[in-house]
């Protein structure tokens, strides 16, 4: 069974940084590409960042760009979002998602999705 | 950046039909992926590639793309249909995945 789990969400004050993390398992999790989308209270998916699997492929959402970056450590099956110069315009549930199939890009579906994990920026 | 526009919400009786859409210009060349999402719940994935149906989802639901609009149709509408649904799609143009605004289905 594909599993997903995040983790290091929290409170943090504007100008903080925060370290998120998923373990993932049920799966070879090398061979298959992740995406960080996240979801403001009460709003919509946000697209967050995308990283291939071998980790020469990364884009990210205009919003985070140059605050945030993913990183993956295929080794320990990790997947991880460090967020720098938070805002409080970021505060939003974060989700780890895997693309259906394995070797696929960007432009494929997300097959599965963690639980989420808070993030509040607030002072 | 590419823009995916959908209904805020819409509210459909039970047994009836739903159809929500999700405009973008020139839509029907990409290729649109829709998600289910309920209260407190993750996304699901339940139309990909415009209208392919991943397992476990009934075939109520279907999906087509055409022009500059992609749409979701839910057939014979049950309770437990009533939920968020978000269309996305890849925009190789700005290298980002977009997600629609996302419609609110009330089953009333």
């Known amino acids: 069974e594909v599993q997903l789990v995040e983790s290091g969400g929290g409170l943090v004050q504007p100008g903080g940084s925060l370290r998120l993390s998923c373990a993932a398992s049920?799966?070879?999790?090398?061979?298959?590409?992740m995406n960080w989308v996240r979801q403001a209270p009460g709003k919509g998916l946000e697209w967050v960042s995308y990283?291939?699997?071998?980790?020469?492929?990364?884009y990210y959402a205009d919003s985070v760009k140059g605050r945030f970056t993913i990183s993956r450590d295929n080794a320990k099956n990790s997947l991880y979002l460090q967020m720098n110069s938070l805002r409080a315009e970021d505060t939003a549930v974060y989700y780890c998602?895997?693309?259906?199939?394995?070797?696929?890009?960007?432009?494929?579906?997300?097959?599965?999705w963690g639980q989420g994990t808070l993030v509040t920026v607030s002072s | 950046s590419y823009v995916l526009t959908q209904p805020p919400s819409m509210s459909v009786a039970p047994g009836k039909t739903a159809k929500i859409t999700c405009g973008g210009n020139?839509?029907?060349?990409?290729?649109v992926h829709w998600y289910q999402q309920k209260p407190g719940q993750a996304p699901v994935l339940v139309i990909y590639?415009?209208?392919d149906r991943p397992s476990g989802i009934p075939e109520r639901l279907s999906g087509s793309n055409s022009g500059n609009t992609a749409t979701l149709t839910i057939s014979r509408v049950e309770a437990g249909d009533e939920a968020d649904y978000y269309c996305?799609?890849?925009?190789?143009?700005?290298?980002?995945?977009?997600f629609g605004g996302g419609t609110n289905l009330t089953v009333l």
């Open positions: 996305q799609v890849w925009d190789s143009s700005s290298d980002h995945v977009i």
């Open positions: 049920g799966f070879t999790f090398s061979s298959y590409t």
């Open positions: 590639s415009d209208s």
């Open positions: 998602a895997r693309i259906g199939v394995s070797y696929c890009g960007a432009d494929c579906p997300i097959k599965y």
């Open positions: 990283i291939s699997t071998t980790s020469s492929t990364i």
């Open positions: 020139n839509i029907g060349s990409k290729s």
